[in-house]
Nanobody, 115 residues
Framework: QVQLVESGGGLVQPGGSLRLSCVAS????????MGWYRQAPGKERELVAG???????NYADPVKGRFTISRDNAKNTVYLQMNSLKPEDTAVYYC?????????WGQGTQVTVSS
């Protein structure tokens, strides 16, 4: 399994950008399907974006065209570039890694979009 540590969250004004990073420790990162999820207060955790081991990506409708997920297997890292941020993007963002029966989560990083 892998252990995941997110970073890059913070406070940003509407229209701004942030890049989240998730570093994985452990082996076989390259064959994990990685994803970013978010959970806003009072809401369920939802998928934001995912990327497979062969770099096939998918995005939730609210973030299409604004967010980009990518991975660097040499650095065991997955990124989420977030542009044109909106107040409704405010949430705790979690990194997820899946491989077979293994499903690993990071501790989360807070993203707040506010003026």
């Amino acid at each position: 399994q892998v252990q995941l540590v997110e970073s890059g969250g913070g406070l940003v004004q509407p229209g701004g950008s942030l890049r989240l990073s998730c570093v994985a420790s452990g082996s076989l990162f390259s064959i994990y399907t990685m994803g970013w999820y978010r959970q806003a207060p009072g809401k369920e955790r939802e998928l934001v974006a995912g990327i497979t081991s062969i770099n096939i990506t998918n995005y939730a409708d609210p973030v299409k065209g604004r967010f980009t997920i990518s991975r660097d297997n040499a650095k065991n890292t997955v990124y989420l570039q977030m542009n044109s941020l909106k107040p409704e993007d405010t949430a705790v963002y979690y990194c997820n890694g899946r491989r077979g029966p293994f499903n690993n989560w990071g501790q989360g990083t807070q993203v707040t979009v506010s003026s």
